[in-house]
Nanobody, 126 residues
Framework: QLQLVESGGGLVQPGGSLRLSCVVS????????IGWFRQVPGKEREFVAG????????FYEDFAEGRFTLSRNDAKDTIYLQLDSLNPEDTAVYYC???????????????????WGQGTQVTVSS
C-alpha cells in the first residue's frame, strides 16, 4: 500500500521560503503521479503542483508557476516542493497525494488521488 509522509512546514515571514518533502513508500512510482495540494479551513482542497513520475512531466497551478518548484530524489523516493516568495495567501495545510496513472481524473485535480499524506502546515505571517 502506498504511503506518503510530508514534512517541512512551518512559520515563515512574507517573502520567505520553505521546502516541503514527501517520502513515498510501498509501490512502484513509475505507475503513479504525485501531486501537492493545499487546503484552508472552509475551502476545497486545491491543486498546487504535480509530477508524472515515469517521464518527469510536471504541472503547476497558475498561482504556483514561477514561485514553487518541484524536484525529486529517486534514490530516496522523495518529492520536494520548494516554496519561494511566500505570501499570507499561501497559508494552508499542504498535502502530497498519489494517483495511479490508470485512475480516473487528471493530474491537476484531486479526483482520482487515492492515497494522501497527513499534511504539513505552512503559515506565512509577519
Amino acid at each position: 500500500q502506498l504511503q506518503l509522509v510530508e514534512s517541512g512546514g512551518g512559520l515563515v515571514q512574507p517573502g520567505g521560503s520553505l521546502r516541503l518533502s514527501c517520502v513515498v513508500s510501498g509501490f512502484n512510482l513509475n505507475y503513479y503521479a504525485i501531486g501537492w495540494f493545499r487546503q484552508v479551513p472552509g475551502k476545497e482542497r486545491e491543486f498546487v503542483a504535480g509530477i508524472r513520475w515515469a517521464d518527469g512531466a510536471d504541472f503547476y497551478e497558475d498561482f504556483a508557476e514561477g514561485r514553487f518548484t518541484l524536484s525529486r530524489n529517486d534514490a530516496k523516493d522523495t518529492i520536494y516542493l520548494q516554496l519561494d516568495s511566500l505570501n499570507p495567501e499561501d497559508t494552508a495545510v499542504y498535502y502530497c497525494a498519489g494517483k495511479s496513472l490508470t485512475a480516473p481524473g487528471i493530474i491537476n485535480t484531486a479526483f482520482g488521488y487515492d492515497y494522501w499524506g497527513q499534511g504539513t502546515q505552512v503559515t506565512v505571517s509577519s
